[in-house]
């Protein structure tokens, strides 16, 4: 049984999506290259920076167009939500699920189209997580994927230098595929959280339409100016608990993202100070309606788990040097929770200077599955590119 119409959110996104900057066909050809040799680079610089080593020798990035980028997350999402699907067509259902009933595959599939063909015109990069299985039919561990048109887009608005922007930007999406190459439990930690989230769903027709009437409050106060996004209006009581996990997990890989982009950044970008300054500030800018679907999607959100988990990270890194920190990265109950990192000296006293905490390897697994903190649950897109706004 098909929840969303994929064929129908992949047309919808490519008619909708705005058309990228003029470039010539030779601008278009020196991005591309540059952005391949830049992202070899900057994993080099990051594994030596966060002292990570996953043992995979350095690949290009997948360079793509914003219509390849939308493509490439339709692919993903039907990877992610498949528990969901399969849970909906199980055995002896005999009438569709009240959701696909009441909005139908064609309607949630030109939504999906929509929303990414808002997000299509603003991400500079993400680490593919979720792809479909290769030939082979093993999945594959993940593509660090970057939108040239949307860079060049970014570099031209800011007036910065090209050459460090890109690098800057492949330092940050570069850190996402240390992460998740590097420490290998890390992938499957989110995606049974995903898993666990998406089959947390109500699927009967009154609660349906009770989280209907309250995104629709969402949207009202967004429009108003207020905080309300979807994402909190259509949650369950136990997906929020789970989202807590999520949040937590994300936050952390986001903003060490952000904090070895800027770590990096002064040694390999010399305009760096200048490149940060005028990103945030086109992060802030933006009309009142781009504003409001920022706040409605979530991305407002993003943001601040940028700016809080780089803020816990710097703050580890400068009490207990990087070899503290990448205690992190030991198993899922070394995660900080959402609580750790607002205040990060209980992740310290917790994780750092409890000698009783065992912990695996940096590039081990953990046994018996995820676990939780001695101090509470644990917490995100699988991607976290800069973004705009």
């Known amino acids: 049984m098909q929840v969303i119409d994929w064929d129908l959110a992949v047309s919808t996104g490519t008619r909708l999506v705005r058309?990228?900057?003029?470039?010539?066909?030779?601008?278009?050809?020196?991005?591309?290259?540059?952005?391949?040799?830049?992202?070899?680079e900057a994993e080099r610089h990051v594994r030596e920076f966060t002292r990570i080593d996953g043992g995979a020798s350095?690949?290009?990035a997948t360079i793509v167009d914003r219509p390849g980028w939308i493509k490439a997350n339709?692919?993903?999402f039907r990877v992610v939500l498949e528990p969901?699907?399969?849970?909906?067509?199980?055995?002896?259902?005999?009438?569709?699920?009240?959701?696909?009933?009441?909005?139908?595959?064609?309607i949630t599939g030109v939504e999906v189209g929509a929303v990414l063909a808002f997000l299509a015109s603003r991400v500079l990069g993400q680490y593919e997580l979720f792809l479909p299985p290769d030939p082979s039919g093993r999945a594959p561990t993940g593509r660090l994927t970057l939108v040239a048109p949307n860079i060049v887009n970014a570099e031209r608005e800011l007036g910065v230098d090209p050459g460090d922007f890109r690098l800057w930007v492949c330092l940050h999406e570069e850190t996402h595929r240390v992460q998740f190459t590097g420490v290998p439990w890390l992938r499957e930690y989110v995606r049974s959280?995903?898993?666990?989230?998406?089959?947390?769903?109500d699927l009967d027709l009154p609660t349906l339409l009770e989280r209907l009437r309250t995104a629709a409050d969402a949207v009202a106060d967004a429009v108003r100016g207020g905080e309300g996004n979807l994402i909190d209006a259509i949650q369950t009581p136990e997906q929020k608990k789970i989202l807590e996990r999520l949040t937590?997990?994300?936050?952390?890989?986001?903003g060490h993202g952000d904090y070895v982009m800027d770590a990096v950044g002064p040694s390999v970008v010399p305009s760096v100070t200048e490149i940060r300054t005028r990103f945030q500030q086109r992060r802030e800018g933006g009309s009142r309606v781009d504003r409001t679907v920022r706040r409605l999607l979530g991305i407002d959100l993003k943001m601040k788990q940028y700016a809080e988990g780089s803020a816990f990270v710097r703050t580890v890194v400068d009490r207990v040097g990087m070899d503290g920190f990448n205690k992190v990265w030991g198993g899922p109950a070394t995660l900080p929770t959402q609580a750790e990192i607002a205040d990060p000296e209980r992740w310290i006293a917790r994780v750092v200077t409890a000698p009783a905490l065992e912990t695996p390897h940096l590039n081990g697994s953990p046994g018996g599955g995820p676990a939780e903190p001695a101090s509470g649950s644990v917490d995100g897109d699988g991607d976290g590119p800069p973004r705009e706004g």
């Open 58 to 60: 350095a690949q290009a």
């Open 84 to 106: 969901l699907t399969q849970r909906m067509s199980g055995e002896g259902r005999t009438q569709p699920p009240a959701i696909v009933a009441a909005v139908g595959s064609r």
């Open 74 to 76: 339709v692919a993903g």
């Open 248 to 254: 937590a997990v994300m936050t952390l890989v986001e």
């Open 19 to 40: 058309p990228g900057p003029q470039v010539t066909r030779e601008e278009a050809r020196q991005a591309v290259s540059d952005l391949r040799r830049l992202s070899r």
């Open 193 to 201: 959280q995903m898993t666990e989230f998406l089959l947390a769903s």
